[in-house]
Structure formats: structure tokens, C-alpha cells
């Protein structure tokens, strides 16, 4: 469970990147292009590769990045906080 940190929301994050279908169709990809031009197969790699680096956690409401772990003294500050201005939603 995290806080975000821009919407309050709190919540399971959502995780951005590649998937696992994104390397099921790269494998595809690399069998296709092993039989038509093997220079595919350095682009399909790379590209799997970054997107897997790249992953961020965010919002799965807003997109804001880096929803801080709820059981953190400044999550429970935020939200004691936006309890305090105005009526919880949700
Ligand atoms: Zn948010």
C-alpha cells in the first residue's frame, strides 16, 4: 500500500514498463527477424532491456511518481493532514 503523494490517494501502486507480453511478442519478433535481418534481434534486445530498467512505480490513480509506502511518518503526516482540510473520498 502506498500514499501518493501528489492526490492522496492511497492504494496498491501501479507499475509502468514492459510486461510480460511485451517479451512474448519480442521473442516473436526474434524469430521472425533471425529469418529476415538479424540486426532486429539487437533492437528488439535493447529495447526489452531498457523498458525493464525504466519500470517506475506510480499513482494508479493520478500517475504521480513515487507513491511513498504507507507505513512511513510522512505518509501518516499527509494524511492526517488531508483528513484535517477537508472530507475523506473513498
Ligand atoms: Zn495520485
Known amino acids: 500500500m502506498r500514499v501518493c503523494t501528489s492526490c492522496l490517494s492511497v492504494g496498491p501502486p501501479k507499475k509502468t ?9 519480442g521473442v516473436v519478433f526474434i524469430l521472425l527477424g533471425l529469418a529476415v535481418a538479424w540486426p532486429l534481434l539487437l533492437v528488439v534486445l535493447v529495447l526489452g532491456i531498457y523498458q525493464s530498467v525504466s519500470r517506475k512505480i506510480v499513482c494508479a490513480k493520478c500517475g504521480a511518481k513515487d507513491p511513498i509506502p504507507l507505513d512511513t511518518p510522512r505518509a501518516q503526516q499527509m494524511l492526517a493532514q488531508a483528513q484535517g482540510q477537508q472530507p475523506r473520498v473513498g
Do not use: D, F, K, S
Open 17 to 25: 514498463g514492459a510486461g510480460a507480453v511485451t517479451w512474448i511478442v
